[in-house]
C-alpha cells in the first residue's frame, strides 16, 4: 500500500482486539495515535471525548470498520490506585461502564505489561468514570498465560423498583431501575410477549428501546454523587428468574440506541445482582450464574459488601469472566471517503 495513503490521513490508530462473551472489544491504547484526552479527572476527560472527539468514536466503532461494536479507550488514571483508566464507546456514545469490557481489559494490562503479572492472580485496578473497580487476572508462571478474570463493582445499588411505565406497542409494563456502573431499566421478557433466550434479536431490540424510551419520559434519573452518570444506558431484558439459584439466568442488554450485547452484561448483572439483594431475593455471597441469550457464554456475580452511596443502600458485586485476544489492527481514513468517517446503516 502507498505510503502516501496513510501520511494523508488525519489519524493513524493501532488498536487491540478482544472479546469477552462474544462482545467484540476494540482497545486502544495510550500509544495508539490517538489524540491527547484532556481533562484533570477521568470524568472531565469522558466528557471532552463526548463533546470533541465523537468524530474519531464513529470512525473506530461504526461501518465500515465495525458493527455492534465497543471501544474501550484508556486514558491517564487520576486516582492514586488506578493502574489505567478507561471509556468505553458504542454505536450512540461513550458509556462511564462496562463490564465485559473490564474483563478483557484485565487480561490486556498483564500481557501488554501495564502491570507485573504474578501468580495465582494478579490485582489490576481500573479506573473508570465511574469509579475505581478493583479486578483480579488468574495468571499462571509456568504457562505464561493469563485467564479467567474477576471484578469488584462500584457501589451498586437499586434506584426504583416496581415502576409501572407505559410501553407504546406493549402496554403497561413493571420495570426495575438499577445502577451497576450505569443506569439499566431491567424488565422480564414475557412481559413484552417475548422469550429471551428464543425470540429474534430485532424483536427484543425493538421492545427494549421502546422500554428505554419510556423509562426516560416517566422517571427522572439521579445520581448520588455524580451528575454526569445520571443517564439510562440502555435496558436489561431478562427471564425473570431473579430469586436465587444454581440454575443459569438470562440476560440481554440493549442500548438506549439499540445496539444489542452479545454477552451477559457486567455492569448489567452487577446491577441485576444489586436489585436481587435489594429485594430479599438473594443474600450475600450466594453466586448465581447469568447466561447470554444469544450464546452459550456465561458470567457469575455475586454481592459480597454492602455499602451506601448517597443515601442508597448499596452492595459491592464480584462479577467474573473470560476475555480472550482476537487480533491486532490499524486504522486510518482515505482522503476523501466520507463513508470511512463512520456510518451506522438503518
Known amino acids: 500500500m502507498a505510503e502516501s495513503i496513510i501520511k494523508s490521513s488525519p489519524y493513524k490508530i493501532d488498536t487491540v482486539e478482544m472479546h469477552s462473551g462474544g462482545d467484540p472489544f476494540r482497545i486502544i491504547g495510550l500509544h495508539s495515535g490517538f489524540p491527547k484526552v484532556l481533562g484533570n479527572t477521568v470524568v472531565e476527560k469522558f466528557v471532552h471525548v463526548r463533546d470533541h472527539l465523537d468524530h474519531l468514536r464513529r470512525a473506530l466503532i461504526l461501518e465500515p470498520r465495525g458493527n455492534n461494536l465497543y471501544g474501550l479507550l484508556t486514558v491517564e488514571p487520576d486516582h492514586d490506585e488506578a493502574d489505567l483508566a478507561v471509556m468505553s464507546m458504542y454505536n450512540d456514545g461513550c458509556g462511564t461502564m462496562c463490564g465485559a469490557g473490564n474483563i478483557v481489559l484485565g487480561r490486556y494490562a498483564l500481557e501488554y505489561g501495564i502491570v507485573k503479572a504474578v501468580e495465582p492472580e494478579t490485582q489490576v485496578n481500573i479506573q473508570w468514570p465511574c469509579g475505581l473497580v478493583k479486578t483480579f487476572v488468574e495468571y499462571d508462571d509456568q504457562t505464561k498465560r493469563s485467564g479467567r478474570t474477576r471484578f469488584l463493582s462500584v457501589p451498586a445499588f437499586a434506584f426504583k423498583t416496581d415502576i409501572e411505565v407505559d410501553v ?179
Open 168 to 346: 407504546p406497542g406493549y402496554g403497561a409494563v413493571t420495570v426495575d431501575i438499577g445502577f451497576g456502573g450505569a443506569y439499566y431499566a431491567y424488565v422480564s421478557a414475557d412481559q413484552l410477549g417475548l422469550d429471551v433466550c428464543k425470540s429474534p434479536m430485532p424483536d427484543i431490540q425493538s421492545a427494549a428501546v421502546a422500554v428505554a424510551k419510556a423509562v426516560g419520559s416517566a422517571v427522572n434519573l439521579t445520581h448520588p454523587t455524580d451528575p454526569d452518570l445520571a443517564f439510562l444506558y440502555g435496558t436489561i431484558v431478562t427471564d425473570g428468574k431473579d430469586e436465587w439459584s444454581t440454575e443459569p439466568s438470562a440476560n440481554l442488554c440493549v442500548a438506549t440506541g439499540g445496539q444489542l450485547a452479545r454477552s451477559p452484561c457486567g455492569s448489567g448483572v452487577t446491577g441485576r445482582i444489586a436489585l436481587q439483594v435489594h429485594k430479599g431475593l438473594i443474600d450475600l455471597n450466594q453466586v448465581r450464574r447469568f447466561q447470554s441469550g444469544l450464546n452459550d457464554s456465561e458470567f457469575t456475580g455475586k454481592a459480597v459488601e454492602r455499602t451506601k452511596v448517597g443515601n442508597y443502600d448499596a452492595v459491592v458485586v464480584e462479577v467474573a469472566g473470560k476475555g480472550n485476544f482476537i487480533g491486532r489492527s490499524t486504522f486510518f481514513t482515505e482522503e476523501g471517503d466520507t463513508l470511512g468517517e463512520g456510518f451506522v446503516a438503518q
